[in-house]
Nanobody, 124 residues
Framework: QVQLVESGGGLVQAGGSLRLSCAASGRTFSDYTMGWFRQAPGKEREFVASISRGGGSTYYADSVKGRFTISRDNAKNTVYLRMNRLKPEDTAVYYC?????????????????WGQGTQVTVSS
């Protein structure tokens, strides 16, 4: 089992930045791909970004490409999501996930472990 705990969400004005963190425990962190998903009110949860086990390869949804950056620190068992130039449409609960066979799989069913989520609200 892998336990995931997100932090860093909050309220920010449009154009601002936030950095989300996800701390993992329970297994060897570097054995797992890591990803971020989000769910806006009234919408389905969607893929945001993912990163390979070693951190050398990343993958992004088109809607966040160029604004968000995913990274990981395997020594700290933590994955990050740096979000710049935030827009009101980025408002959502952001979830950390792990355990997909390869990080470029965006289907939620492929991701074995999930955190509880952290709220990000972007005001206009």
């Amino acid at each position: 089992q892998v336990q995931l705990v997100e932090s860093g969400g909050g309220l920010v004005q449009a154009g601002g930045s936030l950095r989300l963190s996800c701390a993992a425990s329970g297994r060897t962190f570097s054995d797992y791909t890591m990803g971020w998903f989000r769910q806006a009110p009234g919408k389905e949860r969607e893929f945001v970004a993912s990163i390979s086990r070693g951190g050398g390869s990343t993958y992004y949804a088109d809607s966040v490409k160029g604004r968000f950056t995913i990274s990981r620190d395997n020594a700290k068992n933590t994955v990050y999501l740096r979000m710049n130039r935030l827009k009101p449409e980025d408002t959502a609960v952001y979830y950390c996930a792990s355990g997909s066979p390869i990080h470029v799989i965006v289907a939620q069913a492929a991701w074995a472990y999930w955190g509880q989520g952290t709220q990000v609200t972007v005001s206009s």
